[in-house]
């Protein structure tokens, strides 16, 4: 099983997530140590996942891309904006993806 999958609302996301895992000693700007997965290698291409739906897609519908994957990954990482239009307030939408996953 894999350490952790990361869902994102959208491509920019992805693009610095990408960006700052690919980076040789990122964990310096961190100010810690290596992040370790488990001994698994992070794949930034494979593990992680943009939401078609985007932000709303991800605070209403999460479990579309995390369900088939339960089997596959431990751990889930949940990234999105906390405003968009129509956007309820931050602790709602946590509440309500805690709730759904």
């Known amino acids: 099983m894999k350490p952790l999958l990361i869902l994102t609302a959208d491509n920019e ?3 610095a997530l990408r960006g700052f895992f690919e980076r040789k000693d ?4 961190l100010g810690c140590a ?3 997965l488990a001994g698994v290698t992070f ?3 494979k593990d992680i996942r943009v939401h078609p739906g985007h932000d709303c897609g991800v605070w ?4 579309m891309i995390l369900l088939p994957e339960r089997k596959t990954y431990d751990k889930a990482l949940i990234i999105l904006d906390e405003a968009w239009d129509g956007a309820p ?3 709602e939408i946590v509440s309500d993806i805690k709730k759904r996953v």
């Not at 990122?26 to 700007?29: A, E, G």
């Not at 209403?60 to 479990?63: H, L, V």
């Open 89 to 91: 307030k931050a602790e």
């Open 26 to 29: 990122f964990h310096k700007s």
């Open 43 to 45: 794949d930034t291409e």
């Open 13 to 15: 996301c992805v693009a």
């Open 60 to 63: 209403k519908d999460p479990q």
């Open 34 to 36: 290596p992040i370790q």
